[in-house]
Structure formats: structure tokens, C-alpha cells
């Protein structure tokens, strides 16, 4: 339910920049710096600078980095993986400049891990036919990346504001980003809804993985970027191709909020998947068998669940040592061991896990929205790069690659907005405590396997969660309501879509049909409420 006026930004502070960017992740850093040579920029986070998901990512950058690689080999895999549905100009902008956009963030401070001769140590990962994916800390990639990257910040000159939860975006009488209303918690500030007027306002707020009630994705990864958006009726995309990412440390059946990730560099280092009786499933059901794309690996893990009864496959790894465990894996080692497993000595329990959005607002070539002024990058956006299916260790690469093209877009556009008018926020919040209620629905019936029963009774239960004005406008409740909203879109989308392709499967549509979906499903706002409509293939 979407309708006008929550939100205003009097009586609260306000601030001025000229481009204010929302996250700090990847993405939001790069957009950060890069657009400071254009003005003042004001970086606004949810909670610390590196409470995001970039520093979870394990397994690294994907960039034709090696000599034997090249470009057009990044461009076939990607478009492989994504089956049918990315955008080739967008898939080529990110293969082309991803080479020199990993030079620019070793140039800004991050370290990679390199062999002994100096050069880039470089891996494979699934649905990758060549070693091209650049590491660093083993597998803490992501952590190096974010370290760099807000060291480099504090000598830019941004001005940062943490534990401030973006609202609504403010537009000017003719509909142009104007800038944000924020939430702040943080000291320095005064708490409460206050808001930044800028002239270009870039969302890189990351995923929305706590959807769902169990994933990869950190407490912060609500939505929030994708709510906003809808509320100002920016177009959304692709919401239905959620990506379960094949190996996610299994905790138990009960087990609930951000769960551990297994890297596929694992797997890229040798390690096999296995069931209970030690059978290697994947053999035989892809060319690249363990190292197949992931939303194959991934219905494979699931088939052979079913299969078997069991409720988890095993990652064998076992062969690799303690010594190449150490140096390689650190942090999968010292979380499998927190969790009582040894992966030395034990196989490894895994099962597919919500991970990634592969879509999310909808932009050009530069991050521009269908909104004058408003940008996207990094997770919350759908760049038309990731189709129906993220190929691995890509999402780093494009936060990097359209962070730095937004800020050329900035630059050019000069968006200069009059007067705010008041924000179209929600007409009424949720409790917090209905964040539950949207996971389990979620992940009972939008999960990995879907069907349409199960798909009618997530639409049914999401209904019934009806936004109130008589609830408090606290954080708990802003996300709870970002939540809703986005399952509500997705649930829509995947409900609407009556075929498999890529990580979204229906078990009752088990085929691709290119005749009827290859094209996108684009949710706007309509009246009160959302419109889910297909458009043809961009
Ligand atoms: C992984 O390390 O397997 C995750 C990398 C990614 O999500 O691209």
C-alpha cells in the first residue's frame, strides 16, 4: 500500500549538498568519492560505514585481469549465466571497464592477494571458464575493499552520517530528485526526521536478503533503497530473480537471520560436493559440474535433497589441508569451527541460502532512474548486468564500475531542482515485529522452489499486513513496512512470472519459455499500490 505524506521534511534539521549519496557499501564509497570533484557530498548510512554487505563478500572481483582472459570471455560467461535476460550494452560496459576500475581501487589503497612473482592471484568460481577472480585476506575480500575504501574517504573531504535511516525521496514540482528525508539516531545530529536537499540524489543501499528469514544478507539489507523507490515511483525490475547462493553453511532447520557463507572460491580451489553417502551429484548434470552456474548448482543441491531426504548436501574439502585452509579460507575456517565443524578433518554441511538481488531499480548505462536527478548503484539497483542470474564475484566489479559512471552522469546532468514539495511516503507503518511475519511467509513460499499455491498464499498472507498510521514512526517500524513493501513486489513478480529461468524456479513452470518471458517484469506505483507489468526484452 502506497499512498502520500508521511514524511515531510519540516519541522526537522536540514542539510545541503550537492549529491547525496545513500550507503556504504562498495558501491556508495566509490559513488562518494568519485562525485566529490563535482561538489559537496554528504554519505548517509544506516549504521556504521561498514555494516553493509560488501565486507561479508568472500570470494572477490571478477575482472579480465590475466592475460589469457579477456573481456569478450567476462561478457559470454556473464551473459550465460543471466540466461537471456541481460542487457549486452550494460554486460559490456562492466567487462570493459572492469579491468581498469580493480587498477583504480589498488591505486586507492586495496590490497590483493598476489603469488609469489608479484602478479594478481587470480581463481575460478561457478559458471567462470577462466581463473578471473582477483582476492584478497584469502577470503576476505569484501573487508579489504570497505577498509580501503573509507580510509580513502576520510582524506576526500565527504562528510558522512551514520545510524541515519533514509525515508523518502524529495522531489521538486516537476517531479526531479530534489533530495532525501532521513531518521537519525546517531549523536552529532539531532535524532529525528530531518533531510538533506541535494541535487543529485545516488541510492547504493544495498539488498534486501532480510526478506527472507534466513540468508547471507546482514540485519541492514532491508529493502529500503527499493521502498523508496517504489514510494517515488521510480521503476523497479527483475524482482523475482532472487539469487540462493548453493552454499550456505547449514545450521539446522530452525536456523534464522544472517547465516554463514561457504565461498564458491571453495569449490574454485577443488572442493566437491557430496551426498550422505559420499556420491558426487553434480557430476553429470552440467558441463562444468561443481563449478556450473550457481542457480544450477544450487537446483541440483535442492534435487538431490529431495532425492535423498536429506536436508543438507556436504561440501567436501578435505583434501585441500589445514595448511592450504589457513592461508586460503581464514574466515569460512574460523566460522565453520565456531559452529563446531572442522573443515579439515569433516565434510561440511551447506545448503542453498537467499543471497543476492539481481534486480532492483531500474537505470541506464550511468545509474540514472526514471527519475530526473536519481541514481542507482551496487546491489539496490538493476543495471540489466546480472539478467536472470548473477554470475559469481560480478557484484563487487559492478558497484565499482557504475559508482564511477554515475559520477560522470552527475557531472554532465547538472540536475537543478526547485523547491521541495512533500515526500509521497507511506500512508501508515507496520510494527516492527511484523519483520517476522514477511520472512516466514518469504521463505515458506518465495523461496528457492516455488509454485503457484504456495505463491498465492504469500500474496494472501502479505495482504493481510495491513500499514497503520497509529504506529510510531521508529526505525523498527520503517523497516518492518521497507520489508513488506519489497516482499510484496517480489512475491508479485515471481507469482506473475509462469516459467523457470534462471534462480527463479517454479516447480509447477519447470521450462524456459523464451516465447512468452523473455522479457522483464517492471513494478511502478499505481494509485495506492504497485503495478507489476511485463515490458519486452531492452
Ligand atoms: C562467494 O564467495 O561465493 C560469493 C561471491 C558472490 O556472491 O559473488
Known amino acids: 500500500m502506497i499512498a502520500r505524506v508521511l514524511t515531510a521534511p519540516a519541522p526537522g534539521w536540514t542539510a545541503d549538498a550537492d549529491v547525496v ?25 544506516k549504521a556504521l560505514l561498514d555494516a553493509g554487505s560488501t565486507r561479508w563478500a568472500q570470494g572477490g572481483v571478477a575482472a579480465a585481469l590475466d592475460p589469457a582472459d579477456t573481456p569478450d570471455d567476462h561478457l559470454a560467461d556473464t551473459l550465460t549465466a543471466g540466461v537471456g535476460l541481460c542487457d549486452e550494452a550494460a554486460v559490456r560496459a562492466l567487462v570493459t571497464d572492469g579491468p581498469a576500475a580493480v587498477r583504480r581501487l589498488i591505486a586507492r589503497g586495496a590490497e590483493f592477494d598476489r603469488d609469489p612473482g608479484g602478479d594478481l592471484s587470480l581463481t575460478r568460481e561457478g559458471g567462470h571458464h577462466r581463473r578471473r577472480i582477483a582476492h584478497a585476506g584469502g577470503d576476505a575480500t569484501g573487508a579489504e575493499i570497505s577498509r580501503a575504501l573509507r ?19 524529495l522531489r521538486d514540482a516537476a517531479g526531479r530528485a530534489a533530495g532525501v528525508t532521513l531518521h537519525v539516531m546517531g549523536e552529532g545530529r539531532p535524532g529525528g526526521v530531518g533531510a538533506v536537499r541535494a541535487r543529485a540524489v545516488v541510492l547504493a543501499t544495498g539488498g534486501l536478503g532480510q526478506v527472507f528469514a534466513a540468508t547471507t544478507n546482514p540485519e541492514v539489507s532491508t529493502g529500503d533503497g527499493v521502498a523508496l523507490a517504489l514510494r517515488a515511483g521510480a521503476a523497479v525490475t527483475d524482482l523475482e530473480f532472487v539469487q540462493f547462493h548453493p552454499t550456505v553453511l547449514w545450521l539446522g532447520p530452525g536456523a534464522r537471520g544472517r547465516q554463514p557463507l561457504v565461498s564458491e572460491a571453495v569449490r574454485g580451489e577443488g572442493a566437491h560436493l557430496v551426498d550422505r553417502s559420499g556420491t558426487r551429484f553434480m557430476t553429470g548434470r552440467h558441463e562444468l559440474g561443481e563449478l556450473a552456474p550457481r542457480d544450477v ?36 575456517l574460523a566460522a565453520c569451527r565456531f559452529h563446531g565443524i572442522d573443515p579439515v578433518t569433516e565434510p561440511i554441511p551447506v545448503a542453498p541460502g537467499a543471497h543476492y538481488a539481481s534486480g532492483g531499480v531500474r537505470t541506464d548505462l550511468h545509474g540514472r532512474t526514471s527519475v530526473p536527478g536519481l541514481y542507482a548503484c551496487g546491489e539496490v539497483a538493476c543495471t540489466g548486468v546480472h539478467g536472470a542470474n548473477r554470475l559469481a564475484s560480478n557484484s563487487l566489479l559492478e558497484g565499482l564500475v557504475f559508482a564511477e559512471r554515475i559520477a560522470a552522469a552527475v557531472a554532465a546532468d547538472r540536475n537543478d531542482p526547485g523547491p521541495a514539495v512533500p515526500a509521497d511516503g507511506p500512508a501508515g507503518l507496520l510494527p516492527g515485529a511484523a519483520r517476522e511475519a514477511v520472512q516466514r511467509t518469504m521463505s515458506a513460499h518465495v523461496g528457492v522452489l516455488r509454485d503457484a499455491a504456495g505463491l498465492d498464499r504469500a500474496a494472501a498472507d502479505l495482504a493481510a499486513l495491513v500499514p497503520s498510521a497509529d504506529v510510531a514512526p521508529d526505525v523498527a517500524a520503517w523497516e518492518a513496512t521497507n520489508l513488506h513493501t519489497v516482499a510484496s513486489a517480489v512475491a508479485a513478480a515471481a507469482r506473475r512470472r509462469t516459467e523457470t529461468r534462471g534462480s527463479h524456479w517454479r516447480a509447477d513452470r519447470p521450462d524456459r519459455d523464451d516465447a512468452a518471458w523473455r522479457g522483464h517484469l517492471v513494478t511502478r506505483r499505481a494509485g495506492t499500490g504497485l503495478a507489476t507489468v511485463y515490458e519486452e526484452h531492452r
Open 151 to 169: 580510509a580513502a574517504l576520510k582524506d576526500a573531504g565527504v562528510e558522512v552520517i551514520e545510524h541515519a535511516l533514509v525515508l523518502d525521496l
Open 297 to 332: 548448482v544450487a537446483k541440483g543441491i535442492m534435487s538431490r535433497m529431495s532425492e535423498t531426504g536429506e536436508p543438507c548436501m556436504l561440501l567436501d574439502a578435505r583434501h585441500f589441508g589445514a595448511e592450504l585452509w589457513e592461508r586460503r579460507f581464514p574466515t569460512i
Open 21 to 45: 549519496v545513500i550507503g556504504s557499501g562498495v558501491a556508495g564509497l566509490v559513488a562518494a568519492l568519485d562525485c566529490r570533484p563535482h561538489g559537496r557530498v554528504l554519505l548517509v548510512t
